[in-house]
């Protein structure tokens, strides 16, 4: 389900591989229409949305041919639809109105992406494309549900890539100088790798485990030839990260309940995925039960105005667990889709925080039974071996569904993404790659795995579907 109740499904699967043929390509009369006014003198009245074709502009006519011809890709129509645009400005508008028209989108939800996305323009105090091309492109994704769609994750894997740069220096740099070195697997080789993945903060007894299941993947393979080693340890990753999401029947509103230390990214997360959420076209509140500081509440509002989200809160000091109850009641009451609810990442004690944090659980149980239905815990992945005896301390004391990994864009320490799979069989189900709205993700394991060992998609994934 996208933003849009209803669009045209143009974009066909990739194995249609004839990119240009009129079976893949915009066809409809709309398009038609305006491809054949090429000739139509300029109409003066514009600024109306119009459907396409009901208007002579004769980059109408361009825009639909441009359209029509090229690949059904998000961003190849992206770059056509901003041909010759500069700024957020009426062209912008009206060649977007166009395209939604184009894919026979409702016209009230269309001007309802629009001026949702020029509020969002104004709160960034964003004008040139370059500035939010790329926004642009996440939330179109979104709202027309193409995120999974080759052209979108191949963006993905790009920022995953380059997010991962300077882990994969230290892992696979390292473990190539290891492999000319050796003119065959043996017990040294086995040893230094261990020191590799131990340098890489992967930890002491990831490490020595990794090492294990990988020397068992090379004698069933029969190999002891370097070589063939780079395959085996993408194997091994591709299945570490393999960890089954939970997806249980969820009454709404759905609950989501974020955990985690201070400073980790709890509150910035909350943001990116209230707003994936809005894309969707859900409806979003935001709890803020984190009382511990004013500018707490203070930060989460504003977040919660720039992505559409609304938000409930009390004074700085107020009980936590008041606020979940009270914003329980506003979700039940409103209709909303889905619940976030922000929590502090420091009491005076580790005791006080597990104790609130279990109280907050009960009252979300309490006012809506099943809730929370998910409880995520955020990591941040610049600091290596703490994520893991922060994810060992809130996982006994309170549970975790789901770990959000944060930072991992520029770390070194990306190495603990491996071990916090291989220790706690959690799911990891979005990584964060940067501060803006589009760098939080769905995590892929598979695609993580590539990414981290500079393996490309196409030559890394022979048994895909
Ligand atoms: N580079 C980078 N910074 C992030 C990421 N996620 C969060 N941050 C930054 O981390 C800082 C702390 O985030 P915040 O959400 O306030 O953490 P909280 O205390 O857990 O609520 C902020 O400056 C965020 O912009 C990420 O994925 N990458
Ligand atoms: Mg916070």
């Not at 400073?263 to 990116?272: D, E, M, N, R």
């Not at 099943?370 to 703490?386: E, F, M, W």
């Not at 916090?420 to 189900?429: K, R």
């Amino acid at each position: 389900m996208g933003f849009f109740s209803a669009i045209k499904k143009l974009w066909t699967p990739r194995e249609a591989d004839a990119p240009t043929a009129p079976a893949a390509a915009p066809q409809d009369a709309a398009l038609q229409d305006a491809a054949t006014q090429d000739a139509a003198p300029q109409d003066t009245t514009t600024g109306a949305p119009t459907a396409p074709g009901a208007q002579d502009a004769p980059w109408r006519a361009e825009l639909a041919r441009a359209l029509r011809q090229s690949e059904p890709r998000l961003s190849v129509w992206l770059g056509h639809v901003l041909t010759g645009v500069e700024q957020a400005d009426d062209t912008l508008w009206e060649r977007l109105r166009f395209l939604f028209a184009a894919l026979e989108t409702p016209e009230a939800e269309a001007e309802a992406f629009i001026a949702d996305f020029r509020r969002w323009l104004a709160a960034m105090d964003y004008r040139y494309v370059s500035d939010f091309r790329s926004e642009l492109q996440y939330r179109l994704a979104l709202a027309l549900d193409l995120e999974d769609e080759e052209d979108e994750r191949n963006r993905l894997f790009l920022k995953l890539t380059e997010g991962l740069a300077r882990t994969r220096e230290q892992i696979t740099g390292r473990i190539d100088a290891l492999l000319a070195s050796h003119g065959r697997i043996d017990a040294q080789f086995w040893e230094e790798l261990e020191e590799i993945l131990i340098m890489a903060d992967v930890g002491f007894e990831p490490a020595m485990q990794l090492t294990g299941r990988l020397k068992e993947r090379a004698r069933k393979a029969g190999t002891d030839d370097p070589a063939a080693f780079r395959d085996l340890l993408r194997e091994e990753l591709q299945d570490i990260f393999r960890a089954p999401r939970r997806i249980a029947a969820v009454t709404p509103p759905e609950v989501v309940l974020m955990i985690g230390v201070n400073g980790v990214g709890k509150t910035t997360t909350i943001a990116k995925l209230a707003h994936r959420a809005r894309m969707q076209g859900k409806k979003v509140l935001i709890a803020a039960a984190d009382t511990f500081r004013a500018a707490a509440i203070e930060q989460l509002e504003v977040w919660a105005k720039r992505v559409g989200a609304d938000f409930h809160a009390k004074s700085a000091g107020s009980d936590p667990a008041a606020v979940a109850f009270e914003a329980m009641d506003v979700a039940l009451e409103g209709g909303y889709d889905i619940v976030f609810v922000d929590t502090a990442g420091r009491l005076h004690t580790k005791v006080n925080l597990m104790e609130e944090l279990h109280k907050i659980r009960r009252i979300l149980e309490r006012k809506h039974p099943g809730a929370p239905h998910r409880s995520i815990l955020v990591i941040d992945a610049t600091t290596g071996q703490n994520a893991l005896s922060q994810t060992k301390l809130f996982n006994e004391a309170c549970g975790v569904d789901e770990i959000v990994l944060t930072k991992l864009d520029g770390t070194a320490k990306g190495g603990i993404v491996v071990a916090v799979a291989m220790q706690f069989g959690i799911p990891i189900t979005f990584v964060g790659l940067g501060e803006k709205m589009e760098d939080l993700r769905p995590f892929d394991g598979g695609d993580f795995a590539l990414a981290l060992l500079g393996v490309g998609r196409e030559e890394g994934r022979p048994d895909t579907e």
